[in-house]
Nanobody, 125 residues
Framework: QVQLVESGGGLVQAGGSLRLSCAASAGSTSSYTMGWFRQAPGKERDFVARISAGGGITYYADSVKGRFTISKDNAKNTMYLQMNSLKPEDTAVYYC??????????????????WGQGTQVTVSS
């Protein structure tokens, strides 16, 4: 099955930047719309951004719009999340995800089937 592995998390000061990566194996990123989610302590897992199979269409949660950029390099089978102007409220475990059916667009969290293990992002004030 599709395997997803996140990396790039860490500790950063408010206003700083991080770039997260999501490497896929046993599957091709070019076949899937993919998304980033995050889960802070005591909160539900929330949608952050998604990108179409080809990478031409993106959508962001209002809370990150203008600060985060989702992208993918299908040749490298990798998706990215560039996070700028980070705020303490961005602190969370970040997960990448993909739906079970290739080329089917996921619109809710229940449409995602494959998940990475998560990478911790901590933003200090």
């Amino acid at each position: 099955q599709v395997q997803l592995v996140e990396s790039g998390g860490g500790l950063v000061q408010a206003g700083g930047s991080l770039r997260l990566s999501c490497a896929a194996s046993a599957g091709s990123t070019s076949s899937y719309t993919m998304g980033w989610f995050r889960q802070a302590p005591g909160k539900e897992r929330d949608f952050v951004a998604r990108i179409s199979a080809g990478g031409g269409i993106t959508y962001y949660a209002d809370s990150v719009k203008g600060r985060f950029t989702i992208s993918k390099d299908n040749a490298k089978n990798t998706m990215y999340l560039q996070m700028n102007s980070l705020k303490p409220e961005d602190t969370a475990v970040y997960y990448c995800a993909a739906p079970r059916i290739p080329l089917k667009v996921p619109f809710t969290i229940t449409d995602y089937y494959y998940w990475g293990q998560g990478t911790q992002v901590t933003v200090s004030s």
